[in-house]
């Protein structure tokens, strides 16, 4: 049971990592939840999209 718990948690923290770098929210979590600490390590090195607030000259 604590394995499930830890693995929700992974896909959460994923999704919450993806959406402060303005990648796919939804395919993080299924990562998250399919792959673990591995897709946290992922979102983690990545860098962040261009989104809204950026600006471009």
Do not use: D, T
């Not at 394995?3 to 993806?18: H, R």
């Not at 939840?33 to 090195?45: C, S, T």
């Amino acid at each position: 049971m604590e394995y499930l718990i830890a693995w929700a948690v992974f896909g959460f923290a994923a999704a919450s990592l993806a959406k402060g770098k303005n990648r796919n929210v939804v395919l993080w979590v299924i990562m998250g939840l399919l792959i673990g600490p591995f897709a946290l390590l992922a979102i983690a090195l990545m860098k962040p999209a261009p989104g809204p607030e950026q600006k471009y000259h």
